[in-house]
């Protein structure tokens, strides 16, 4: 805290206390302008914690700590240092809570700067801080810490995890209930406004990525970052919870400043952000149907909506490719075949060229073979970009057909 202060001019004298003697605390926190808390936790492997209150240290109850340092000075500033989510029973007693973490040797410093304004926290909750107890994955004992199923006791105990996919801000979501800190959540010394938002395409057939773009304007006084969060809501078919996390971007923004922030929905990517799990199929799918995108800065602020369609090809087509070698030269042929009842306009696009067909009747089919220029070609995409007339609209669809190597 000194070297925080002396890099600002301020005058301002620290006066330690290690707490082990609560009276004690309150009593120089009363003589002071400010009083900050420092309390926390101690996680290891191996070990799970018994329940979610601060750990009595050394002797001293935590809570107490801060319930009797806050009667004594209404300006407290508590300083959490845990690795997981606690109750804080003394909330609605401070006007602010930093959550620190385990912030390693660098402690002091991280803390004295973040509390004196040399930087603004613009971190964002990995977690959810529940209101008691038992919530979410541990609401019962039979989900933690198990229960003895043949009373053969005592141990091993057997936990059922019926919280299913309720994990986390799902089960607050599924469940409506309000948690104290929210998955996401997290202020700074500034504000943001989240804005205008767009989903391109409006509609595709789940292969294509979908792009998610909105403004975001610091509205405060000073620098800091926002997070914006994009959450999606599945077809009510997909059976899932009400919505999840599929990305993210933080931006950093001088006051007034405003930018345009994009995140990609990628379909295959790793997390799988369009697909549920088929048991029955053994693999991932996408259900089809309107999927709400849902924008905030934490999972219980949302505030910009809009939506996508997913669903089938909008033309009955089938598009194929393949490779030949003739006169020493290797050529890729790329077909198309109408199976459907209109015509339809095609562009086929190999690496080595392109070819336009109008109005492909229904039954026939495009194709060309293009030179590649060279005795060999390595394996490669072909991409039909098809368009037609469907109910008074005209779509455009992308199809594409994979090749192997020749020559």
Partial sequence: MNNALDSVGSLAEVTYNDASDIEAAAALAARSDVAIVMVGDISREGVDRSDLALPHTDGVDQDALVSAVAAANANTVV?????GPVLLPWLD?????????????EDGNIVGNLLVGLENPSGKLPITFPTQEREGAT???????????????????????????????RWYDANDVAPTFAFGYGLSYTSFALSNVTVTPGSNDGTAPV???????????VRGAEVGQVYLGLPDEANQPPKRLVGFDKVTLNPGESKRVSVTIDPAASNHPLSVWDEDAD????????????????SNNITLEDSFTISGPPFDIATEASTRTLAGKAYVTATVINNGEIPLDVVLSTPYGDKKFTA?????????????????????????????????ELVTYTSTADYAAAG
Avoid: C, H, R
Wanted: hydrophobic content about 35%; overall charge negative; cysteine-free.
């Fill in 283 to 298: 693999g991932w799918k996408i259900v089809e149907g309107e999927y709400s995108v849902l924008i905030g800065n934490a």
């Fill in 211 to 221: 792009e998610v773009s909105f403004s975001v304007k610091n509205t405060g006084e």
């Fill in 139 to 169: 609401a019962t004992v039979e989900q933690w810490p198990g229960i003895d199923p043949d009373g053969s006791g005592p141990l091993p105990l057997t936990a059922t995890y019926s919280e299913g996919l309720e994990m986390g801000y």
């Fill in 360 to 392: 492909v009747q229904p039954g026939k089919k495009a194709s060309v073979s293009i030179n590649s220029t060279s005795a060999s070609i390595p394996s490669g995409t072909v991409t039909a970009t098809v368009s037609g007339t469907v109910d008074g």
């Fill in 79 to 83: 300083v959490l240092k845990n690795g």
């Fill in 93 to 105: 007693e401070v006007p602010a809570v930093l959550e620190a973490w385990y912030p390693a040797q």
